[in-house]
């Protein structure tokens, strides 16, 4: 057989996404087959065929919605949307052209009778069953924001959608903002959690972990995180497994881990950051006063046990070579001072703290004055007052603030507690500046430096 008889000759069909935006979300219009037609009694998008080579798909879309539906779409309000390669459970296939129209004139209405028995908006994210499994795999590639996509279903496949046969492939763009992860991290979590309709990139500015939003094509929101090394992976998912549970609603769940990737699917938490955040101060003293209840929970979450040892301070030397150009004088002599007092600290016992316990991994609800604590990559077992060293900036010169978070841990620091802290936070101070240094991160340096500043300037003599 020749190669011109493999030759593909498949028909072409168009489909319009009509969509209308609402309060509660967007909303597309879809119509349901009837009578002696294919898929009876599914629900599809306003579609059909071009009627002969002279007509265009963009033709074809404007004439056979109105023939449908009675709506009057211009040509200039269509827009593309997504390519599908799509095979029929019965092997013949087409080529369908998935195009978005939010403007038009008159009122959708059934138009033909005979093969439709009604029609109506539904949101986008709640599609009605039973579905044409190919109008299905359009919609969900569409709002993954796929631009080609292959829907190839096999013999004995339903008609109608059914999630244990989805057949759908997305085909990666060339594009350098696409905001999703590598292909078996999206595998990863699909197997997860299910098909994934929209990846957003809200990794930290620095450099570090990679963690994406995403959305659910059956609804739903998770966090997705690719941790930069297996140390901070096992980190996390180690404090996952164990006390963070223990937190409740104030913290999310872990959906799945995987060593190989690196990677972890947590379920998603409400509020808005607190880094970089503006609240009246009354509104300050509850939220901190918060952060102090949400910390005693963390140290609560499992027995304490006794010290180990003394602080590490192997990389001293290292980090003060670096930092030492953005040293103010006298500054270099206080941290090896505070680094001398290190062996001599009195013991604490040691328990689960989070390691990174800061305003932008905590997240505030406004409406419920209900606190979220994010990001456990740097979690381990230490003192508990570990978890207020680089929290205490936020309350420097506000001593209502200090009260507030003291209050809500329900004591005060012990003399013990109170000379680890300070140490901790000039060593704290030092890596920052000489991170921040080494990567052309200014914030992280300027912290420092006034984390110093402030603990020069509150020493005992």
Known sequence: MSDRQHRHSEPVDVHLILRRDTAAGPEILLSRRAGDVYASGLWHLPSGHLEGPEED?????????REETGVVVDHADVRAAVTVHHRAPGGAARVGFFFEGRRWHGTPQVREHDVCDAMGWFPLDVLPEPMVAYCRAGLDAYRAGARI?????????????????????????NDADNAAPEVAVRDFTERAVGRITNWTDVSWAREGSRVWRVHGAEGGTWFVKVHQSDRFHQREVTALRSWVPHLGAAAPR????????????????????????????????????SIGRLAAAIHRSAPTRPATGPLSLGKLERHLDRARPHLAPGDEKFIREMAEKAADLPVLETGPTHGDFQLRNLRWDEMTSALY????????EGP????????????????????????????????????????????????GIQYGTAHGDLELVERGRRT?????ATARP
């Not at 798909?57 to 919605?65: F, I, S």
């Not at 996509?149 to 763009?173: N, T």
């Not at 604590?373 to 381990?380: G, I, K, N, Q, Y």
């Open 254 to 289: 872990l959906v799945a881990a995987d060593e190989t990737l690196r990677a972890v699917v947590i379920t998603a938490v409400g509020g808005r950051s607190l880094h970089g955040a503006v609240h009246p101060p009354k509104e300050q003293q509850r939220i901190f006063y």
């Open 452 to 456: 110093v500043a402030r603990l020069r």
């Open 384 to 431: 508990a007052v570990r978890d207020f060293v680089r929290l205490a900036d936020a309350w420097s010169g506000r001593p209502d603030l200090f009260e507030a978070v003291l209050d809500g841990y329900g004591r005060p620091f012990t003399p013990a507690e109170e000379e680890h802290l300070a140490v901790l936070a000039a060593l704290d101070a030092l890596s």
């Open 149 to 173: 996509a292959v829907h190839f279903q096999e013999p004995g496949d339903p008609i109608a959608y059914d999630p244990a046969v989805d057949r759908l492939l997305l085909v990666p763009a």
């Open 373 to 380: 604590v994010l990001d456990f990559e740097r979690s381990e």
């Open 57 to 65: 798909v963009v033709t074809a879309l404007v004439r056979e919605t």
